[in-house]
Nanobody, 115 residues
Framework: QVQLAESGGGLVQPGGSLSLSCAAS????????MAWYRQVPGNSRERVAV???????DYSDSVRGRFAISMDSAKNTVYLQMNSLRPEDTGVYYC?????????WGQGSQVTVSS
């Protein structure tokens, strides 16, 4: 079993910045990739950023150029720096990790962008 513990998020005004982090712990044999998903009520989860164990990254069109995903492999921790936030970035952000044997989700972190 692997546990993903998220931290960060909160309330910010439009144009502001927030950061999220997600630390993996437990029985980790190999980490393949980690990602951040966003979900708003009534919609399915949307992947906004992904990073592989080789540090290759990809972003959804809606956040490219504003968000940055990074990973500290030694700590099995992934980060999401969110800049120039917009009201439409509001949602619950979930950390995702693909490891040997299975994938796992974090508990979710609320991000609210509002004036």
């Amino acid at each position: 079993q692997v546990q993903l513990a998220e931290s960060g998020g909160g309330l910010v005004q439009p144009g502001g910045s927030l950061s999220l982090s997600c630390a993996a712990s437990g029985c980790i044999r190999r980490l393949y990739r980690m990602a951040w998903y966003r979900q708003v009520p009534g919609n399915s989860r949307e992947r906004v950023a992904v990073i592989t164990s080789a540090n290759r990254t990809d972003y959804s069109d809606s956040v490219r150029g504003r968000f940055a995903i990074s990973m500290d492999s030694a700590k099995n921790t992934v980060y999401l720096q969110m800049n120039s936030l917009r009201p439409e970035d509001t949602g619950v952000y979930y950390c995702y990790g693909l490891f040997t044997g299975d994938y796992y989700w974090g508990q979710g972190s609320q991000v609210t962008v509002s004036s």
